[in-house]
């Protein structure tokens, strides 16, 4: 076979010698350059989360290490995460947000990647404070989620300044998806609407603060207080001798227990019915409904009450109407609310019956 003559292959343009050395160092200097500024910053942020008080790292992700200058970045500790209170508290809430929203087909799922945007807050507040937010339905750019929380959290505010609640949450701080100012936020208006449900007490959570000063990543520890007790997010702070009582006398607490119990046993023994454990038995209101009718001497209509309540929402009916009935016979409204003893709370119950005890108790 013949050979085929073959065209000599082009010779790339010589490069001046200090021409291409330059280049290459340059890039190869550039490059070096950019891979340990992420990686210092990345192990920098590794280290500053890695502390004895938060040993687990399966939260911390390489963008959250990835600060400008001065910003700073809010975590909660991973183990913190696992505290049981703390899952209690972030079910409770996820619970009623589902409850509440229930007519809108609304299902949340992850508080912090539901709730940034501002939609499912805006419909929070309509159904929660009966009113119309002035913000577009949909909004999908960054700025216009946060001009709809603007506006929503502005409603917020509103409602809760002159409580003069401390605001531990931003615009800013709910859009980064902060699960601390997001719990905040929640926790304050279960306390501002009295939401049905029963928020677990002194709810402590360790934080890690991360900021980026000169360069270097920085990192403290802080303890935030999400709930503390039931009496004071729910507003009562006037204490009482029901307080004194749990307090510092516990040993007459059983006294005034059975003196309670043989007052409403001298009536509800009328209808053959029979207490033995106070914070129990009233939980579902039945009895304090019965209870009502005897000492004003009528009989309440059944359909106006669940004679066999089932779900928390038919005991909290129960519960609201005995109170009604309550103000209806000159008493004052009660200081416990009803979901309170719906849930057991014996403070509450004690403080229901020692209220008829004191008006009714020489009622035969």
Not at 41 to 65: C, F, R, Y
Not at 229 to 254: N, V, W, Y
Not at 283 to 311: I, K, Q, R, W
Request: charged share 30%; glycine share 4%; aromatic share 6%.
């Amino acid at each position: 076979m013949s050979s085929v003559p073959r065209s000599p292959t082009p010779r790339p343009r010589r490069m001046k010698k200090d021409e291409s050395f330059l280049g290459k160092l340059g890039g190869t200097l550039a490059r070096k350059r950019r891979a340990r500024e992420v990686s210092d910053l990345q192990e920098e942020g590794k280290n500053a989360i890695n502390s004895p008080m938060s040993p687990a790292l399966a939260d911390v992700h390489p963008e959250d290490t990835q600060l400008e200058e001065n910003e700073e970045r809010t975590m909660i500790d991973p183990t913190s995460k696992e505290d049981p209170k703390f899952k209690e508290l972030v079910k409770v809430l996820l619970d009623w947000i589902n409850d509440v929203l229930v007519e809108e087909r609304i299902i949340v799922k992850q508080l912090e990647e539901d709730l940034y945007d501002g939609q499912v807050l805006q419909k929070l507040l309509e159904k929660l404070a009966g009113c119309k937010l002035n913000v577009a339905e949909v909004t999908q750019s960054e700025i216009g989620q946060k001009q709809k929380l603007q506006t929503v959290l502005e409603a917020v505010h509103d409602l809760l300044r002159p409580r003069g609640w401390a605001l531990r949450w931003s615009v800013d701080s709910i859009h980064g998806k902060n699960l601390v100012a997001i719990l905040h936020l929640l926790v304050s208006l279960a306390m501002h609407f009295r939401a049905p449900i029963r928020l677990p007490e002194h709810v402590t959570v360790q934080v890690v603060v991360v900021r980026k000063r000169e360069g270097l990543l920085h990192s403290n520890h802080i303890s935030e207080e999400l709930t503390t007790t039931t009496e004071m997010m729910m507003g009562r702070f006037e204490r009482d001798a029901f307080d004194t009582l749990f307090d510092h006398a516990p040993d007459k607490l059983s006294v005034v227990k059975k003196s309670l119990i043989t007052f409403v046993n001298k009536h509800l023994n009328k209808l053959n019915l029979e207490v033995t454990e106070l914070e129990t038995q009233f939980a579902d209101g039945v009895y304090l409904v019965l209870l009502m009718g005897l000492l004003e001497d009528y009989f309440v209509p059944l359909h106006n009450f669940y004679l066999t309540p089932e779900s928390f929402d038919q005991k909290v009916h129960n519960v609201s109407f005995a109170f009604e009935l309550m103000l209806d016979g000159g008493l004052k409204k009660p200081k416990a609310r009803p979901e309170d003893v719906v849930n057991l709370d014996l403070k509450s119950t004690l403080r229901v019956l020692y209220n008829l005890f004191t008006k009714y108790k020489n009622v035969e």
